[in-house]
């Protein structure tokens, strides 16, 4: 059965820090790993998808990397701002989409 | 071009009460999924579809239904609500399970149940 664990559950950083967020799955049978942002009382906006054969993927200031025969992934977000605040899931694919219980992230000025 | 739709928003029900959840999608995505959000425990899919006419079950199936008559749509009902079922529901889609385009989610509905 496949399980995602995301450490830590819950991060507080001033504003321009870098910051690292950890996503571990237990079974590497994956076609691919996605990151997604939640923001209070809304939806899941995807951040960064990627592939089972690719490493990493960037957008701006996030980068994610993918190291799939250790079961793990980390994104990484330079320069950190408070509009960044939210909570962040990982998520990995198989037949379904299972998720971690995600990072919770509060940047302060 | 409204992505993924979820209705009603919010709704409250009475225990033994039932009701459906509407999911639609205009993007032609072949999977459809459902998933309940509960505090501390993450995103835990409900019930899913491969396609139109098909469903199956995910981790926590027990007390729903679904159906997928259209490609478009995916229906989740409940036949007697429970308080434990008091939750944020989310219907996501994607073109397929291994595919490069990932995952739309609706907006959520939150259910409460008295």
């Known amino acids: 059965k496949q399980e995602v664990t995301q450490i830590p559950a819950a991060l507080s950083v001033p504003e321009g820090e870098n910051l690292v967020l950890n996503c571990s799955f237990t079974?590497?049978?994956?076609?691919?790993l996605q990151w997604f942002r939640q923001d209070p009382g809304k939806g899941l906006t995807s951040l960064l998808l990627?592939?089972?054969?690719?490493r990493e993927q960037t957008s701006g200031r996030l980068n994610a990397s993918l190291d799939k025969s250790s079961g793990r992934s980390t994104l990484y977000i330079a320069a950190s701002q408070p509009g960044d605040s939210a909570t962040y899931l990982c998520a990995v694919s198989t037949d379904k989409l299972i998720f971690g219980t995600g990072t919770r992230l509060q940047v302060f000025p | 071009n409204a992505g993924v739709t979820q209705t009603p928003k919010f709704r409250v029900l009475k225990t033994g009460q039932s009701m459906t959840l509407l999911c639609a999608q205009d993007m032609n995505h072949e999977y459809m999924y459902w998933y309940r959000q509960d505090p501390g425990m993450g995103l835990r899919l409900i019930h899913y579809s491969v396609g139109e006419g098909t469903t199956a079950k995910g981790e926590v199936p027990d007390g729903y239904n679904v159906s997928r008559l259209k490609k478009q749509n995916f229906l989740l009902g409940l036949e007697s609500a429970a308080p434990s079922q008091t939750s944020v529901y989310f219907c996501a889609s994607s073109y397929g399970a291994g595919q490069v385009y990932g995952y739309t989610f609706g907006s959520g509905t939150r259910l409460t149940v008295v």
């Open positions: 990627i592939q089972s054969s690719q």
């Open positions: 079974d590497s049978a994956i076609y691919n």
